[in-house]
């Protein structure tokens, strides 16, 4: 039995549509380079549950339904990582910048 999802799909898209015009900028070697936001937490996300798949089948640690054989980690544990990215990345920018009120988009 799947546990219900219930507000991750809602923050997702609420999380995608309040950095849509939000850039990483990032440097390799002498070439800068950036992407949108929502792709970041994407790639960390799966790049994070790409992890937790290779150490469990190496055997770091094991989930209750993997002790009779490895299974692959659940997809659904790929967006709760990248929504995990995202919420530490708003808290931690939060926090870098105490006082500062986000600016208010007015249509």
């Known amino acids: 039995m799947q546990p219900p ?5 809602a923050l997702a898209a ?3 549509a309040v950095t ?5 900028h990032y440097t390799v070697g002498r ?3 950036w992407m949108p ?18 150490a469990t ?15 692959p980690v659940s997809v659904e544990k790929f967006g709760a990582w990248a929504l995990l990215i995202s919420v ?5 920018a939060a926090a870098h910048h105490p006082g500062r009120r986000a600016p208010v988009a007015t249509a």
Request: net charge positive; charged share 10%; glycine share 12%.
């Open 88 to 92: 530490l990345c708003v808290v931690g």
């Open 5 to 9: 999802l219930g507000a991750r799909p």
């Open 31 to 33: 070439h800068t380079y």
């Open 57 to 71: 089948y190496a055997g770091a640690w094991r989930y209750p339904y993997q002790m009779h054989g490895w299974e």
């Open 37 to 54: 936001m929502p792709l970041s937490f994407v790639l960390i996300g799966f790049f994070l549950w790409l992890a937790e798949n290779i």
């Open 14 to 16: 609420l999380l995608v």
């Open 20 to 24: 849509a015009g939000a850039r990483v």
